[in-house]
């Protein structure tokens, strides 16, 4: 087969993202402009100031791409968009662009799951191909996805409250860490003692492999005030250290069931969180106590970009499945319906 050269965009949170993917492998440029820096002053993502954002940035997102991987539009042949899950006003402006470009050039347009690209990015790294099972943990997901053979998508679990990513980043306001929480908790972690506090794990015994994070961070909540009250000083890291220890924990219990119910030979670890270097760390031992792979793509492919976005695109593209001018942005959307047909035959 020839080569497929695909343009992926990616506006589904705080980052504005242009990738130009090869093959669904190789990555011929990857251009990320986070937005954290925006977002900092109000302590989190304000949706509105991402939406402005994007749109000030997306066009030069995208020409910077274009110039990185020494392509024009003419040797594209489809442009591939996240359309959602994520924030619907941020979504909207990638899907917007996507549909203006694919318009202008007559190029075909795919609109992508953002988790199915967050599986992907394994691919770009590691060459992994299904089956597999994906944990998703993210500022806006903790997804449990069984990929099978035939690269067919099934969720397992989800969160019922917080993602993981979000609980780290609402503890670590908490104990006014600043935003992002997840790499300022790890590294206070570092320092602290995970025993110290001994903070609850849900158990969701009609949801085997879902997630919830919203009792752990009130726990959280709960010693500061305490002890505040108490007059006592709180111990950052051992606070920092015993909430991340009770995340990993959670984590690596309903991955591990799901591994085992699943016998699946091979996890793939995604998402924001996956630059936590407990949370490797633990589920690598699992999985070598299983005997099963764990792939976890390098961190600037584990948070938000469009290389992954361009990637899942590809395996659209040599699928024939394509989406019309119709395409918009949804802040949800079902893996299962999406891996079935066009985002807009749904
Ligand atoms: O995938 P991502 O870049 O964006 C979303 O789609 O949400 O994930 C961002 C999330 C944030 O919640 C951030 O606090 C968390 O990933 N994160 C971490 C670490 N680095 C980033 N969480 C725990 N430990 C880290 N080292
Ligand atoms: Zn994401």
């Known amino acids: 087969m020839r080569d497929v050269t695909v343009l992926g965009i990616e506006s589904s949170c705080d980052e504005t993202a242009a990738s130009v993917v090869r093959n669904g492998r190789d990555m011929m440029s990857s251009v990320v402009l986070s937005q954290i820096e925006v977002h900092q002053a109000f302590g989190g993502v304000v949706p509105e100031v991402a939406s402005r954002a994007h749109t000030e940035m997306m066009t030069r997102v995208i020409e910077q791409a274009l110039r990185d ?111 992002p ?90 998402g924001g969180v996956a630059a936590n270097e407990a949370l490797r760390l633990a589920l690598r031992a699992r999985c070598d106590a299983l005997g099963v792979e764990f792939v976890v793509p390098p961190v600037a492919l584990c948070t938000d970009n469009a290389a992954m976005i361009a990637a899942a695109g590809y395996d659209r593209y040599v699928r024939g499945l394509f989406d019309d001018l119709t395409l918009t942005g949804v802040a949800t959307a079902s893996i299962e319906a999406w891996y079935a047909a066009p985002a807009t035959k749904q």
């Not at 968009?81 to 203006?100: D, I, Q």
């Not at 959280?220 to 709180?234: H, P, W």
């Open 69 to 179: 991987a020494k392509t024009t539009f003419s040797d594209l042949d489809a442009i591939a968009v996240t359309y959602g899950p994520g924030l619907v006003g941020a979504l909207f402006v990638g899907v917007t662009t996507a549909k203006s470009l694919a318009l202008a050039t007559g190029l075909p347009l795919i609109g992508v799951h953002h988790l199915a690209g967050h599986m992907v990015a394994s691919a770009l790294s590691h060459g992994a191909t299904p089956p597999y099972l994906v944990l998703i943990a993210s500022g806006g997901h903790t997804d449990l996805i069984n990929v099978l053979a035939s690269g067919e998508m099934v969720r397992l679990g989800k969160t019922r409250d917080d993602a993981a990513g979000e609980a780290f980043d609402k503890v670590a306001r908490a104990m006014r860490l600043g935003y």
């Open 181 to 270: 929480g997840g790499p300022a908790i790890s590294e206070a972690a570092k320092r602290g003692d995970p025993t110290r506090y001994a903070f609850p794990i849900a158990k969701l015994p009609d949801g085997p492999f879902d997630f919830s994070f919203s009792g752990l961070k009130s726990a959280v909540m709960l010693v500061l005030d305490k002890e505040k009250r108490a007059g006592k000083e709180s111990s950052i890291p051992d606070l920092a250290a015993s909430f991340q220890e009770a995340v990993v924990q959670a984590l690596c219990a309903k991955t591990e069931a799901a591994l085992l119910q699943t016998g699946q030979r091979t996890l793939v670890l995604a």
